[in-house]
């Protein structure tokens, strides 16, 4: 057998031939399973009220559940019992010899966790089988790092990564690491994806993708994991953050707004195209993930009516104040490079839409395994087998897919889209950048998968996914990465839509007056001069999402108004001392060269960022070292209570007295706990301040201020004497429960996720 002039083994012949035979059956018997409504179980057979099932429970809910799916001629296929092989002392013995010393951050793309679930029933596959597509969890026992997580909730999860395996036990799993216990968390996560590999024999697809796009928008993040069921291994698993609270906390800084979900295998209905006024019309396509009410279709609805029914010439400006549309092209611009053959571009579903508490819509990726392949697919929206590179326009007459055609019929939104495809080209679509990222993935799993015997695809899969030629392993043609990458970059650096000549932006900075109450002023140097229609400063003011955007002038870079050599300057308003500032810089030359660039290249998400009249000192031996904002068991200050806490660490050789320096929570009250007079820190030496509201004489350090959960900027501000300037300062975003955020290694190194370690070093 050859696919695109290579020969594919007998094995894989037969393996190939497999994945076609059981598209066949997805396309008719598992599309079936897709347009299904999952079956709302629990609240029926919740005889105690508990909100789960216990095992008489589900004994009886079980029946239910096979007597239905029998009466729609539905089966999850046969699932044998799967006996234990070791005991629960075992399993705790080896997570804890295979723990990671000093630090974790549950998706540290460097380390290779075990998890080790048990369940009580050998017959827990063919349990997890019957209750798929239902609200019922199975419960089991979780163990990671020699801590013991008692009765998680277990779920099978997937559509084609489920049915297109038959009777395969290397299923995807939902784990609910709060099933039982509303407050247990895995290193400050309440839940878990993970997933098998299916139709990616490198395991890497989805990985890579997550790490690429959070560069740009908010996306899941995603890293490898081993997993262990029962003392049986089974092997590698791709570990997806979800897209729920804890994502929407992390990204936007709150749990609030509403969030979607757009299935595959709903007939291309998910595209945003306007299908009429009436909420059934959409039920099909959309599943509501938060509380269902009226309201929310309601907006959902007139987002569709916007993108499909207004006018080009208004479309900007209606659509701006409900819809990211930069975020929406950077989405677009990330599948499109590297081909997701299962998603927006492809099939009008498979990714998720948030609604945010301001009102405005932002599509979030999701199930990334089938990009980094040539462009094929079975939805609707298929593109032709000639095009297996994808023209970086595809379907810009497409009308089921209007955040494609109708964006790009706006001239300079189709050129922020079109720069935004550049930027991914040069900054990541090359080998030397990604080369040495996949090498490392590979280098830090291959072990683990060759051991695997359940594994989807041969070792030789996986091993080749680097740098072979183009296999019939997964699905459709897959190239190897290296294949891919090259010829992905050439086609579109060639593309006579990418290769038009841009103007530069060659520098970008910021300065503010002295007086208070007038304008920050924004200057950049643009080249070619001549070349541009027009500059624009985009700004945001405050933690609010939408920018502002006004017309830049010719000026001579002091802010006089007089011409210079391609130096613009624009004004951002006055704003209280402390504010977050947020802008960044487009130069467009759409009317003569149809192109734009900005600095930061990476636009909205990537915007410089400052705090309005903070100055800051040009070094401090003593800095923030560590913080914990969430702490409900980790440690406890003198008095016996969970407070929350800084560290501060003296990178310098000599002793620093704090008599009169001062920690704030906010920029714009500088001077907010002032150190008590005596209190010292020796070199190399840490203090750690309890920050519980707490001014009280008792002992220990207690500052006058909480720190926040979802996340704020923390100062150490120097004394009076010396002008109050900032010695150090960070910005942390959402925090999880019991898990620190510090410098690794201490006093220099970038913040990360740590195990809590007051009063000691970061490091291992």
Request: net charge negative; with cysteine.
């Amino acid at each position: 057998m050859k696919i695109r002039g290579v020969v594919i083994p007998s094995l894989v012949c037969l393996l190939f031939l497999g994945i076609l035979f059981s598209l066949e059956a997805q396309m008719g018997f598992g599309m079936r399973w897709s347009r299904q409504p999952d079956l709302e179980v629990v609240a029926r057979y919740d005889r105690d009220g508990d909100g789960r099932l216990g095992e008489r429970e589900r004994r009886t809910a079980r029946e239910y559940v096979r007597t239905e799916r029998a009466s729609q001629n539905l089966s999850t296929g046969s699932h044998p019992a799967v006996p234990l092989k070791s005991n629960p002392a075992t399993d705790l013995q080896q997570s804890a010899i295979a723990a990671v010393p000093g630090y974790f951050d549950l998706y540290d793309e460097t380390v290779l966790r075990t998890l080790y679930l048990r369940f009580p029933d050998p017959d827990w596959p063919g349990e997890l089988a019957d209750f798929f597509k239902t609200d019922v969890e199975v419960p089991a026992d979780l163990i990671v790092d020699g801590r013991l997580y008692p009765q998680v909730g277990v779920r099978f999860r997937g559509n084609s990564s489920y049915f297109m395996l038959g009777n395969s036990l290397k299923k995807s799993f939902s784990i609910s690491i709060d099933y039982l216990d509303e407050d247990q968390r895995l290193y400050g996560y309440r839940t878990l994806d993970l997933l098998n590999g299916h139709a990616d024999p490198s395991f890497m697809r989805t990985v890579l993708f997550s790490r690429i796009s959070r560069q740009y928008i908010p996306a899941p993040k995603a890293n490898f994991v081993r997993l262990v069921i029962n003392g049986e291994n089974w092997g590698v698993y791709i570990n997806v953050q979800q897209f729920n609270n804890d994502f929407l906390a992390e990204w936007f800084g709150t749990t609030d707004g509403v969030r979607w979900k757009v299935p595959a295998g709903r007939n291309s209905g998910g595209g945003l195209a306007y299908n009429g006024s009436d909420p059934d019309s959409y039920r099909r396509s959309f599943e509501l993930n938060t509380k269902d009410n009226p309201e929310a279709w309601d907006k959902l609805i007139e987002l569709c009516d916007i993108l499909t029914n207004t006018p080009i010439a208004e479309l900007e400006q209606r659509l701006s104040g409900v819809f990211d549309i930069d975020g929406a092209l950077w989405f677009l611009a990330l599948e499109n490079v590297f081909i997701d053959s299962d998603g927006y571009i492809s099939r009008g579903s498979d990714y998720y839409l948030y609604q945010d508490s301001q009102g405005r819509f932002h599509p979030i990726t999701h199930d990334n395994n089938e990009t980094f392949r040539y462009a094929g697919g079975g939805g609707p929206n298929r593109w032709p087998s000639s095009d297996p590179m994808l023209s970086p326009v595809g379907h810009e007459d497409n009308p089921s897919l209007p955040v494609i055609s109708r964006l790009l019929a706006v001239p300079h939104l189709r050129a922020r889209y079109l720069a935004h495809i550049r930027t991914i080209v040069e900054q990541w679509l090359d080998w030397k950048v990604l080369g040495p990222l996949i090498e490392e993935y590979q280098a830090l799993i291959a072990g683990e998968v060759e051991k695997d015997d359940k594994k989807l695809y041969p070792y030789e899969a996986f091993a080749g996914s680097i740098a072979e030629a183009s296999n019939g392993y997964g699905w459709y043609s897959t190239p190897s990465f290296k294949s891919f990458i090259g010829e992905r970059r050439e086609f579109l650096l060639a593309h006579p839509e990418i290769s038009r000549a841009a103007p530069e932006i060659l520098w970008l900075r910021h300065r503010e007056s002295r007086i208070s109450g007038e304008p920050i002023v924004v200057t950049a140097k643009v080249r070619p001069q001549e070349s541009v229609n027009s500059v624009l400063l985009h700004y945001a003011i405050g933690d609010e999402t939408v920018f502002t955007s006004i017309a830049m002038q010719e000026d001579g870079g002091k802010g006089s108004g007089t011409a210079a050599d391609g130096v613009f300057a624009g004004e951002i308003p006055a704003v209280p001392i402390g504010t977050r500032v947020r802008y960044y810089v487009e130069a467009r030359s759409v009317d003569s060269l149809g192109t734009t660039v900005f600095a930061p290249r990476s636009s909205e998400l990537g915007a410089r960022i400052f705090r309005s009249g903070v100055s800051a000192a040009e070094s401090s031996p003593v800095v923030i070292n560590e913080l914990l904002a969430l702490n409900s068991r980790s440690i406890a200050d003198p008095q016996g209570e969970f407070d929350d806490w800084i560290e501060l660490y003296n990178r310098g050789d000599s002793t620093v007295d704090l008599s009169g320096m001062y920690l704030s929570d906010r920029a714009a009250e500088p001077r907010k706990w002032m150190f008590p007079r005596g209190t010292t820190i020796p070199p190399r030496g840490f203090l750690v301040v309890w920050a519980d509201e707490d001014g009280e004489d008792k002992q220990g350090i207690h500052a006058n201020f909480k720190l926040s959960g979802n996340g704020e900027q923390l100062l150490l501000i120097d004394t009076d004497i010396r002008g109050n300037r900032v010695l150090d300062s960070i910005d942390f975003g959402y925090q999880r429960q019991d898990i620190s955020y510090g410098r690794l290694p201490d006093g220099s190194g970038e913040f990360r996720s740590l195990y809590v370690s007051p009063g000691r070093s970061n490091g291992p």
